[in-house]
């Protein structure tokens, strides 16, 4: 299957499992907000994180992973390519990692994603599909 072909929701399921580092397991509920996080990143224009490409050497992209004790929520994270990691003085590379997440916080807030609340910088940890409350 070619990830690049199809609409978002082909692509975001296609990368749903692909996304999460290390190929850990997500319950149902995970799967489900997973495919749907991939969605709005590609509708953003931001590459998932595949571990298909990471094996090629292409590392970058928002990947995911389970919330230890939390079966439902997935933690989205920024993972920035390993080569620019190994090059750049250590604190521009937490400055862009902080951009990124904070950029991922705004996204996933914007298109009504329940998020924790949780420092700027930090990786979001996304709850559910809609913020309680949110119509």
Do not use: K
């Amino acid at each position: 299957m070619d990830p690049r072909g199809g609409n978002h929701e082909q692509q975001a399921r296609y990368f749903a499992g692909l996304a999460v580092p290390d190929g850990a397991a997500l319950t149902e509920a995970q799967e489900e907000l997973a495919r749907a996080v991939l969605g709005v990143v590609l509708l953003a224009g931001l590459p998932p994180y595949s571990l298909e490409a990471a094996a090629d050497g292409e590392e970058s992209g928002v990947g995911l992973a389970p919330v230890p004790g939390c079966r439902h929520a997935l933690r989205v994270l920024w993972r920035q390519d390993a080569t620019a990691v190994l090059h750049l003085p250590a604190g521009l590379v937490h400055a862009q990692q902080a951009a990124m997440h904070q950029a991922l916080r705004s996204i996933l807030s914007a298109h009504q994603f329940w998020v924790e609340h949780g420092p700027a910088g930090e990786a979001p940890v996304v709850l559910g599909l809609t913020r309680p409350g949110a119509t």
